[in-house]
């Protein structure tokens, strides 16, 4: 499995990374919202030169019905070549793939044919719950111990959440991550600043709180997770959490700036309880403390009750549902998505406290069903999970949420797509009329993973 | 690996001292485990005898390559990337142990330090040894400071990407060698 040079897809900075060659196939985790046929990893052609591009070219099944498959991520990346821990010679060639109901993991080979990736090895959720004291697996992020992976739920389903860590040749599970995780007690995304020695945690809530789908009366009460954790890398400690007020809540992905010598990144709020508006706050580094600000607030816009789910139709108003957000490799667009509007937002945050909307399209969406060149007629969902090629040229998006929320917000439920966007590099962007992916009816997409990595897969020491 | 280290601290600092001021605690670790290792061997010498001694360094040298088979590429990661002087030591330190870095100086200083039946150092052999452990840290820390700047200067960090070969498969072969050498002589 070594190999005597380094993996030719790791990078030592986020510079040398942004002239990686362009990824030819995508992985997209697809899950069976019915949960009675089996989860499958499917393989996307992206490939512009390829007669089989903007189609799945592949699959794999998951061993059983019901994992519910949502996040996933590489056994290896850039983040090998750091000098304190290196592990130059793994090979990025496995996808580990959690199923956040079923919290089973597989693992899946992407050698020797990406095209048919095949299932090596299954760790059933006892051996998770055993060894980590952990369930429902989420984020995954290959870093200088392993594998790390961020778990919404303890043995029992319940809280606390947190972080367990696998061995990122064998897969064995090590155990959990923490040694003092202080308050924190709800878990979601997790992504450090390598440079800094900080990991930043964010919060959900427990799987009781969400598995079948948000809770009105917990997200009015401001129950749901409204604050970020950081923690010592290498220590493992808890050392300051920063609570984003009983306005905010679901505070979710943890985009760190890619450069290891800037101390600062964003993260979306879904909603704020005042307005419905999603928000995008950047944290930094304030003295010795980590501080927050919000600097982008996107309103919510006035709708017709009756195009609203029940839910909605008192407040008379589509939210805009800020659920993902992507930051490109070079640090330099961030990328936004309403999945509750159906805009898709391109921000310019080189000055990351004053972005600068340099981009806006709008497809799918609650109220405007705005359609695509190559789709036909109307489409539901929204944009979601979004992932930024390594060269910030290329960004794809798929539009389901999570199984139980689709049909809470879109009333009789998904049809899946993924689509991609070609951006500028001084900025602007515009959908890829030729790319539009009709899911198979049945699953639905989430996240998307590129071949040889991707902007929220890596991470670096070097700047 | 201690260039490599330096280099980045230099690159996150962005300043030249920045890796020489990185080199010295990295070098100090070095050779304080091959101190210890070397002291232990001396010690150990003064007990036994010649032979019986380099059963037992060539039998140590056999084992660390095993365990660099087995489970060299799992180490707890403890110093991270804002490691002071007292960081880089520590981190230091642990590479070289357990890398083996002081044993692998065992097969030159057994003949220079030890000679004769049990108990019998060789006169002067403290003097020696210290001027032993010196010298490979001196060569040592000599050779990473050209690296590092070498790299930080002119190379550049893409070097990494083709360049660095796996020198810890190459290193269990020369551990282990060192131990067959001392085992059959």
Known sequence: ?????????????????????????????????????????????????SPSYAQIVGKVDMSRPGD?????????????????????????????????????????????????????????????ADRAGYTRPHTVHCGPEGIYVSALGNADGKGPGGVFLMDHETFEVRGRWEVDRGPQEFAYDMWWHLGYDTVVTSEWGTPDMFEEGLVPELLLGSKYGRKLHFWDLHKRRHLQEIDFGKEHQLIFELRPAHDPTKAYGFVNCVISLEDLSS????????????????????????????????????????????????????????????????????????????????????????????????????????????????????????????????????????????????????????????????????????????????????????? | MGWLFAVALGLHRGSRAAVLHALVPIGLGHALSVVIVAAAVILLGSVIDGPALNRVAGAALMLWAIYHVLRGRRHRVRVGMRAGFAGLLLWSFLVASAHGAGLMLVPALIPLCLSGPAGALSSGSLPVALGAVGLHTAATLLVTCVIALAVYEWIGLAFLRRGWVDLDRLWVFALAGAGIWLLAG
């Open chain 1, 1 to 49: 499995m070594a190999t005597w040079t380094p993996d030719p897809t790791f990078y030592p900075s986020p510079r040398l990374a942004a002239r990686a060659p362009a990824e030819k196939f995508a992985y997209v985790a697809s899950f069976a919202p019915e949960r009675k046929r089996k989860d499958v990893l499917a393989v996307v052609d992206v490939d512009p030169r």
């Open chain 1, 68 to 128: 519910e498959l949502h996040h996933f991520g590489w056994n290896a990346c850039s983040s090998c070549l750091c000098p304190n821990a290196p592990h130059p010679h793994v090979e990025r060639r496995y996808l580990v793939v959690p199923g956040l109901r079923s919290s089973r993991i597989h693992i899946v080979d992407t050698k020797p044919d990406p095209k048919r990736p095949r299932v090596v090895k299954v760790i059933e959720p006892d051996e998770i």
């Open chain 1, 279 to 463: 928000s995008i706050w950047v944290w930094y580094r304030d003295g010795e403390q980590w501080a927050v600000k919000k600097v982008v607030s996107i309103p919510a816009e006035p709708a017709d009750p009756d195009l609203l789910p029940p839910a909605l139709k008192d407040f008379k108003a589509c939210p805009p549902l800020v659920t993902d957000i992507d930051l490109s490799v070079d640090d330099k667009f961030l990328y936004v998505s309403c999945w509750g509007t159906g805009d898709f937002l391109q921000y310019d945050v080189s000055d990351p406290f004053a972005p600068k909307l340099t981009g806006k399209l709008r497809i799918g969406g609650i109220v405007s069903r705005e359609t695509h060149p190559k789709a036909k007629g109307k489409l539901n969902g929204g944009p979601q999970m979004v992932e930024v090629s390594r060269d910030g040229r290329r960004i794809y998006f798929t539009n389901s949420l999570y199984g139980a929320i689709d049909p809470q917000f879109y009333t009789g439920g998904l049809e899946g797509w993924m689509v991609k966007v070609d951006a500028d590099p001084e900025g602007g962007m515009a959908l890829d009329p030729e790319f539009f992916v009709a899911w198979p009816k049945g699953h639905l997409p989430h996240q998307v993973r590129l071949e040889g990595g991707d902007a929220s897969s890596d991470s670096y020491c070097y700047p």
